[in-house]
Nanobody, 124 residues
Framework: QVHLVESGGGLVQAGGSLRLSCAGS????????MAWFRQGPGKEREFVAA????????YYADSVKGRFTISRDNAKNTVYLLMNSLKSEDTAVYYC?????????????????WGQGTQVTVSS
């Protein structure tokens, strides 16, 4: 089992940057693919970015490509999401998720471990 806690959210002006952190615990963290999802008001939860267990492969939603960067430090049991050039449509609660597998699953249904989320609000 993996326990996840997000941090780093807040209020930022459009065009600004934030870095989210996801601190994990559990023996399987370093061998679990990780991902970030987000859910805005009135919207369904959507995929943002994912990273393989060793950090060699990353995936991004088209809406954040070129702006967001996912990374991980397995020695610290932490996953990061660096968000640059933020837009108002990026406003959402951001969730960290662990897959329990080496490679990121395609479906959110295959991520059994979730953090509580951290609010990101982008003013325009």
């Amino acid at each position: 089992q993996v326990h996840l806690v997000e941090s780093g959210g807040g209020l930022v002006q459009a065009g600004g940057s934030l870095r989210l952190s996801c601190a994990g615990s559990g023996r399987t963290f370093s061998t679990s693919a990780m991902a970030w999802f987000r859910q805005g008001p009135g919207k369904e939860r959507e995929f943002v970015a994912a990273i393989s267990w060793a950090g060699y492969t990353t995936y991004y939603a088209d809406s954040v490509k070129g702006r967001f960067t996912i990374s991980r430090d397995n020695a610290k049991n932490t996953v990061y999401l660096l968000m640059n050039s933020l837009k108002s449509e990026d406003t959402a609660v951001y969730y960290c998720a662990a897959a329990g597998s080496l490679l990121p699953p395609n479906s959110h249904k295959e991520y059994p471990y979730w953090g509580q989320g951290t609010q990101v609000t982008v003013s325009s």
